[in-house]
């Protein structure tokens, strides 16, 4: 480009791109057409996520027995929770297995076997441990893993108030160590 051609695109005036009524039209409804499908698909969106979005409430404390009833022999006890699922709610049964120590401190453990999740018993073989019939592991009355499992049975949150046993969550055993 020489010099003179130079001058004279400096001295030009400056060209717009025109938009042409198709180029209009198309962004036009392509703009209203992406604002429609957005009214319809948030809502389903915000329906599927809905559930993760809510606050998670502490689990509430469920009254099961009366002190007075609890020995030193562990005792299998049921009881319903309410419970929420997303937008299911169910009146679930669990199962507790309720015993206190020489000393009197109440404890209650978790039915579930920690090997492979079956169903323990109490006492089935006569030796006064906790058996699963699954896989024949074995616990200790305060649920420290004796064999077959790796880990000691899991027990539920407990108050007492006003003479009467409360369980609340299933937490990690904290009486025995693995």
Same mark, same amino acid.
């Given at each position: ?8 695109? *400096?001295?030009?005036? /400056? ?7 198709? &180029? ?9 057409? *992406? ?13 599927? /996520? !809905?559930?993760?979005?809510?606050? #998670?409430?502490?689990?509430?404390? /469920? #009254? /099961? ?25 169910? !009146?679930? =049964? ?6 206190? !120590? ?26 006064? =441990? ?6 024949? *592991? ?15 049975? !899991?027990?539920?949150?407990? &108050? ?19």
């Amino acid at each position: 480009m020489s010099n003179h051609e130079q001058h004279d695109a *400096a001295h030009r005036p /400056v060209q717009r791109k025109e938009m042409s009524r198709r &180029q209009f039209l198309s962004y036009t409804l392509g703009g209203t057409t *992406a604002f429609m499908m957005g009214g319809a698909v948030l809502p389903m969106v915000r329906f599927a /996520v !809905d559930p993760l979005l809510k606050k #998670k409430e502490k689990a509430d404390f /469920v #009254k /099961v027995v009366e002190e007075s009833k609890i020995t030193t022999e562990p005792q299998e006890f049921k009881f319903k929770i309410h419970q929420v699922d997303g937008w299911y709610e169910s !009146d679930p =049964e669990l199962v507790a297995w309720i015993t206190k !120590d020489a000393s009197g401190n109440i404890y209650a453990l978790s039915p579930i076997c920690k090997h492979l999740g079956c169903t323990i018993s109490w006492n089935t073989l006569g030796q006064n =441990e906790y058996n699963c019939p699954c896989h024949g *592991a074995r616990y200790s009355i305060k649920g420290k893993n004796l064999a077959v499992a790796n880990y000691p049975l !899991d027990q539920y949150a407990l &108050q007492i108030e006003n003479g009467f046993v409360y369980l609340g969550s299933i937490q990690p055993n904290t009486e025995v160590k693995a």
